[in-house]
């Protein structure tokens, strides 16, 4: 499985429908993706949420990245990540 970050920002229509029900929503099509979520934050600044996610490849990320604002009015961009020690193995 590769780890990737989803950071949403809300649309003006998408920040209305904000509840516990489509937070649930969201995370059932990660699963239904072959997904597992890690963790889920709400924010501040340039975007308003933050979910890390693990999928066995970037065709799950995309399908569910792009059903979930679709569903949501959420925008997101999916974004592949590695941790550092991965990452000092790959290029050490």
């Known amino acids: 499985?590769?780890?990737?970050?989803?950071?949403?920002r809300y649309s003006t229509e998408g920040i209305k429908g904000t509840s516990k029900e489509r937070t649930k929503t969201v995370v059932d099509e990660i699963k239904k993706n072959k997904?597992?979520?890690s963790a889920m934050?709400?924010?501040l600044g340039n975007y308003d949420l933050c979910?890390?996610?693990?999928?066995?490849t970037n065709n799950e990320a995309m399908k569910a990245s792009v059903n979930i604002a679709k569903a949501t009015g959420i925008g997101f961009r999916t974004l592949p990540a590695?941790?550092?020690?991965?990452?000092?193995?790959l290029i050490c």
């Open 51 to 56: 979910f890390v996610v693990d999928f066995p």
């Open 41 to 43: 934050y709400a924010m």
């Open 82 to 89: 590695m941790s550092v020690d991965e990452f000092d193995k």
């Open 1 to 8: 499985m590769a780890t990737y970050i989803m950071l949403g």
């Open 35 to 37: 997904g597992k979520v």
